[in-house]
């Protein structure tokens, strides 16, 4: 079946612009995650999703991040007013069920602030 | 809190050589752990994992890894390395599943 997916695949944006990065999990999938991946650098949590809960907004580095997820399905990860830092490889992933620790990565958007 | 280490950054080896990459975490419990492998302009892919009981686990593409707590280790094996294992090897610890932390990545050049 379909993976996750996620677009775009790369984005070049001017410092000071609002960038949004788009996820469509594994359908059927209630575990939705956000990551950051800089370079030489292990994978940072931003941001998790399950079911209808709350969020857990806790790996947001500032309050330029937000992320959304309507209908329990597709993400939205939004930053505002980017900076130079904000360049990174931003990965998708998605968890069947929240007993299972099984991620599914999807192929990452990478984020070029200029 | 946890943390993972990889001492290696890089690691090159020959086609058909043995393979061990390291991982070290810190967590004051049992740990979750697990190794993912990212290659070029993909996501990660889940290579096997230790959540509890024999310590030796066995995974995907021939890869293995040995939990050892006195040595807080994880590492990964690999009796013969192919040239399409070429890729980036990440570690991760985590008790939590939006609490997993990773290691910052062993990239692995296979020679011909």
């Known amino acids: 079946g379909a993976g996750v997916s996620q677009s775009p695949s790369n984005k070049v944006t001017e410092k000071g612009k609002d960038v949004e990065l788009r996820c469509d999990p594994i359908s059927g999938h209630t575990a939705l995650y956000w990551y950051r991946q800089s370079l030489g650098q292990g994978l940072e949590f931003l941001i998790y999703?399950?079911?209808?809960?709350?969020?857990?907004k806790s790996g947001l580095p500032s309050d330029r991040f937000s992320a959304e997820r309507t209908g329990g399905s597709v993400s939205t990860l939004t930053i505002q007013r980017t900076q130079q830092e904000d360049s990174a490889v931003y990965l998708c992933?998605?968890?069947?069920?929240?007993?299972?620790?099984?991620?599914?990565f999807g192929p990452g958007t990478r984020l070029t602030v200029t | 809190a946890q943390s993972v280490t990889q001492p290696d950054i890089h690691i090159t080896v020959s086609e058909g050589a043995s393979l061990e990459l390291r991982c070290n975490y810190s967590?004051?419990?049992?740990?979750?752990l697990f190794w993912y492998v990212q290659s070029p302009g993909q996501g990660l892919q889940l290579l096997l994992k230790y959540f509890s009981g024999d310590t030796l686990v066995q995974g995907i593409k021939g890869f293995e890894a040995e939990f050892k707590r006195s040595q807080s280790s994880f590492n990964l094996r690999k009796p013969s390395v192919h040239w399409s294992d070429a890729a980036e090897y990440f570690c991760a610890v985590g008790p939590e599943r939006n609490d997993m932390r990773f290691g910052a990545g062993t990239r692995l050049t296979v020679k011909p």
């Open positions: 999703f399950q079911g209808n809960s709350a969020p857990d």
């Open positions: 967590y004051g419990a049992t740990p979750y």
């Open positions: 992933a998605s968890s069947p069920d929240p007993s299972s620790y099984e991620q599914y």
